[in-house]
């Protein structure tokens, strides 16, 4: 069975930094392109970045480059998301989606972790 | 960046009923969209992919179409377990963008 286990979410001052991570099992994680999608409150889903399979090639939505970086350590199943210069705008639940075999859409979502970026 | 555009923004419906859920994207995008269901306080579930394909385990009840920059999800027979909150998300370029969300209620 696919497990997706969003971790690291809280509160933190603007201008602070966060990091998330994503523990996966249930499938082999080193084939498989990796997301993170957000949803602020009571808004949309909106996708905030992916990663291939092997970390070489990263893409993220402009509202977030050069602040947050994704990452990955096959070797330990895991997905991360850095996040620095935190604003109130990046307050959201968090998500990590696996992106299917065909490296097309997510498959598979995590249960979320709440970020809340506040004074 | 590629605009998703669903409609209605909500919709009331009654248990047994058919409907559909429409997605525009702002310019051509074959088929490479996707559909996901999302209860309050859970996880998006994921639905369709391809326009029209049926992920893994999802009933039959759902269907999708459209091609280019036209786009339908349709739920039929529906059941209380079906009402819920249905995006539509292209992935045919960067940024990968959702539409705004349908919220389903029941009548």
């Known amino acids: 069975e696919v497990q997706l286990m969003e971790s690291g979410g809280g509160l933190v001052q603007p201008g602070g930094s966060l990091r998330l991570s994503c523990a996966a099992s249930?499938?082999?994680?080193?084939?498989?392109?990796m997301s993170w999608v957000r949803q602020a409150p009571g808004k949309g889903l909106e996708w905030v970045a992916n990663?291939?399979?092997?970390?070489?090639?990263?893409r993220y939505v402009d509202s977030v480059k050069g602040r947050f970086t994704i990452s990955r350590d096959n070797a330990k199943t895991s997905l991360f998301l850095q996040m620095n210069s935190l604003r109130p705008e990046d307050t959201a639940v968090y998500y990590c989606?696996?992106?299917?075999?065909?490296?097309?859409?997510?498959?598979?979502w995590g249960q979320g972790a709440l970020v809340t970026v506040s004074s | 960046d590629i605009q998703m555009t669903q409609s209605p923004s909500s919709l009331s419906a009654s248990v047994g009923d058919r409907v559909t859920i429409t997605c525009r994207a702002s310019?051509?995008?074959?088929?490479?969209v996707a559909w996901f269901q999302q209860k309050p306080g859970k996880a998006p579930k994921s639905l369709i992919y391809?326009?029209?394909s049926l992920q893994s385990g999802v009933p039959s009840k759902f269907s999708g179409s459209g091609s280019g920059t036209d786009f339908t999800l349709t739920i039929s027979s529906l059941q209380p377990e079906d009402f819920a909150t249905y995006y539509c998300?292209?992935?045919?370029?960067?940024?990968?963008?959702f539409g705004q969300g349908t919220k389903l209620e029941i009548k």
């Open positions: 989606a696996r992106i299917d075999i065909r490296g097309s859409t997510f498959d598979y």
């Open positions: 249930g499938f082999t994680f080193s084939w498989y392109w």
């Open positions: 990663i291939k399979q092997d970390g070489s090639e990263e």
């Open positions: 310019q051509g995008i074959s088929n490479h």
């Open positions: 391809a326009a029209s």
């Open positions: 998300q292209q992935y045919n370029s960067y940024p990968f963008t």
